[in-house]
């Protein structure tokens, strides 16, 4: 996927381009991500947190809760600079797909793609929709889907 550089500040609503192609920076999953998540999440499910449990189990280790790697795919696309200050409000996941687990050590990225832009006068700006897949080190993606985010737009 080709990427361009980010701007030293979030993108406004009339710069995005159907088409685009933005990558963030990778951040490697760890042990104390999963726990924190449980702790945070209430989700103590043996799979994520029991390494004896998770060794007999299908993926033969520990595997990262789903919803922690969409938390960290948020982060990574905020990364990135395009939404910094700009962005109005996160509005909608769709066709989000978990394809593959992550692991303790596996290294996430997003790579994003710009599918449609919708002008919204009355918020201001409009409304992005964002292809995004979530790769390993790898190269395999582990999630997909759309993401909708609001988007400002440039100052009159």
């Given at each position: 996927m080709a990427t361009f550089q980010t701007p030293n500040r979030g993108m406004y609503f009339e710069e995005?381009?159907?088409g685009q192609c933005i990558c963030s920076p990778g951040r490697t999953v760890t042990e104390a991500d999963i726990v924190n998540f449980a702790g945070l999440s209430g989700d103590f499910n043996q799979i994520h947190i029991d390494a004896e449990y998770s060794s007999s189990s299908?993926?033969?280790?520990?595997?990262?809760?789903?919803l922690l790697g969409l938390a960290i795919a948020s982060g990574l696309a905020v990364q990135t600079g395009i939404l910094m200050g700009t962005v109005i409000a996160f509005r909608e996941i769709s066709e989000w797909k978990f394809v593959k687990?992550?692991?303790?050590?596996?290294?996430?990225?997003?790579?994003?793609?710009?599918?449609?832009?919708k002008e919204m006068r009355r918020l201001?700006?409009?409304a992005v929709i964002i292809n995004l897949e979530v790769k390993n080190q790898m190269g395999e993606t582990v999630?997909?889907?759309?993401?909708?985010?609001l988007v400002?737009?440039?100052p009159a």
């Open positions: 995005f381009q159907i299908p993926f033969g280790q520990r595997v990262a809760h789903g687990p992550v692991f303790i050590g596996d290294t996430i990225h997003a790579e994003m793609e710009i599918l449609e832009i201001g700006g409009g999630m997909k889907g759309q993401w909708k985010v400002a737009g440039k």
